[in-house]
């Protein structure tokens, strides 16, 4: 079964940065989105419409008298679950702010109910003038959520406020407004919360991720637990702790106090990053529980080990081994396991109303004959009850020990559409991390 994501309009205005807007719509696309791209005449003088048809696979106009018919004019503004447009530049937020219908966007902006956001590209002296801000203001009143632009290099030598933000922080504005949060409205500035911190702070888009998560408390495991058998054997899981590493390397990047449960991970402890190093499932579950207690989020990254042994030997099992003291058995000893518990499934039990931390869990799935990697992942999210599952294809070289990764975003308060997973990759596991944290601060 296949199923169609939200749909998305891609408005795209007559800018420099509309080059940019390429990647946003990959990433749209990529993670399962229906995406139609609508952008102005002089925006196809920027990126002409092969680009656009391409990524999106649809046919691109930008008037409203082809296709008459099918009155695309008033259909793709009434069907669409978003509205985005980037850039958006002083004439179109001109055009939008006068309720214009002019080519196709202004008229999709004017029948569409669903959440749109814009953002703002354009010279500083364009951006600050009175009735650029007049129109922002008009737009935002009516409920259109307007991500401010960054400050920075823009099109010349010249720098300062009018850069538009960057393509991942965009689609992370867009996930967010798609799961239904927050809420159209005027003291609702936090459609762009996400970013202001950036578009304030600094210039630099990589120093621009400070922040976001600042003031926030974070539990990460990592790892793979070992359930000893003996002094030098013990049941063993493949899992490097290179993602669960990631996740807490980008939390503290943006601003969060991390702790990095570490379960015999052989990697680096990232900078400012707090590691608590435990062996087996039951002490990953004691640093667990006492770390989240005032957190407020815990990924649960790590692979737990579901079973250990219910007896560990205290001396090297000995091949030829005696179960009976002074008879030598040469047959293989039989080893008796024993449930741990599920530490995920407990954090779930326990939370309460108010001052639950959001809870992130992994599912390392393979498909087999019964169902799908999701189809398995989708009964784990409901089993387990946690807010969000990363799932994790594994086999066949995947995922493992690798530094690139594919995953699925499983929401537990869902995005539009049953059964609707974005995927995030295939991409290195530092771009996976910021785009499950990108995830889960839709949920904080
Ligand atoms: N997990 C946990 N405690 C366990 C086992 C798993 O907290 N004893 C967590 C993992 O850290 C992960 C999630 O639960 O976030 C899913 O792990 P997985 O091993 O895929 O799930 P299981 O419930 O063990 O399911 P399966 O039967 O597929 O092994």
Redesign the pocket.
């Known amino acids: 079964m296949t199923t169609r994501g939200p749909s998305v309009v891609l408005g795209v205005g007559g800018g420099i940065a509309a080059y940019k807007v390429a990647s946003l719509l990959r990433l749209l696309t990529e993670s399962g989105h229906d995406v139609t791209v609508v952008p102005t005449e002089s925006a196809l003088r920027f990126v002409g419409a092969p680009t656009w048809e391409a990524l999106s696979g649809k046919p691109v106009r930008a008037d409203v008298w082809s296709q008459v018919p099918e009155v695309p004019h008033v259909r793709l503004g009434k069907s669409a679950d978003l509205v985005v447009v980037a850039p958006a530049t002083a004439d179109l937020m001109a055009r939008a702010a006068a309720g214009m219908a002019d080519d196709l966007l202004t008229a999709t902006l004017l029948t569409a109910r669903c959440p749109v956001v814009m953002a703002p590209a354009m010279h500083t002296e364009m951006w600050e003038h009175p009735a650029t801000q007049a129109n922002v203001a008009t737009l935002t009143a009516r409920g259109v959520h307007v991500v401010p632009p960054a400050s920075g290099r823009l099109t010349g030598s010249d720098s300062g406020a009018g850069r538009l933000q960057e393509p991942e922080d965009l689609y992370a504005v867009c996930l967010r407004l798609l799961a239904g949060s927050p809420p159209a409205g005027e003291d609702q500035p936090a459609a762009s919360d996400i970013l202001v911190a950036r578009a304030t702070e600094t210039s630099d888009a990589s120093e621009g991720e400070r922040g976001s998560l600042g003031g926030r408390r974070v539990v990460v ?1 990592a790892g793979g637990t070992r359930e000893p058998l003996d002094p030098v054997r013990y049941l063993g899981n493949r899992s490097s702790g290179k993602q669960g590493y990631a996740l807490a390397q980008v939390a503290a990047a943006r601003g969060a106090q991390v702790t990095l449960v570490s379960a015999n991970a052989a990697l680096a402890a990232p900078e400012g990053v707090e590691v608590v190093p435990v062996g087996t ?1 039951l002490e990953l579950q004691d640093a667990v529980v006492q770390a989240a207690k005032d957190a407020d989020v815990v990924i ?7 079973f250990r042994p219910r007896d560990v030997a205290t001396t090297k099992i000995k091949k030829t081994h005696a179960d009976t003291p002074g008879q030598r058995d040469e047959s293989a000893p039989t080893i008796d396991l024993v449930r ?6 407990g954090l779930v039990k326990v939370r309460g109303e108010a001052t639950s931390p959001v809870l992130v ?5 393979t498909g087999d004959q019964s169902g799908s990697v999701i189809f ?1 992942a989708m009964d ?1 999210l409901v ?2 009850g946690c807010d969000l599952l990363v799932v994790n294809e594994v086999g066949d070289g995947l995922a493992f020990g690798t530094d690139g990764n594919t995953v699925h975003l499983l929401f537990r308060d869902g995005l539009p559409g049953a059964g609707y997973a974005p995927q995030i990759g295939p991409a290195p596991k530092d771009q996976i991390a910021a785009a499950v944290w990108d995830g889960i601060q839709t949920i904080l």
């Open positions: 495991t499932a649960m990254a790590a692979a737990v080990a579901d741990n518990p599920d530490i995920l499934a869990g992994f599912a390392a799935e398995h784990k089993r387990k």
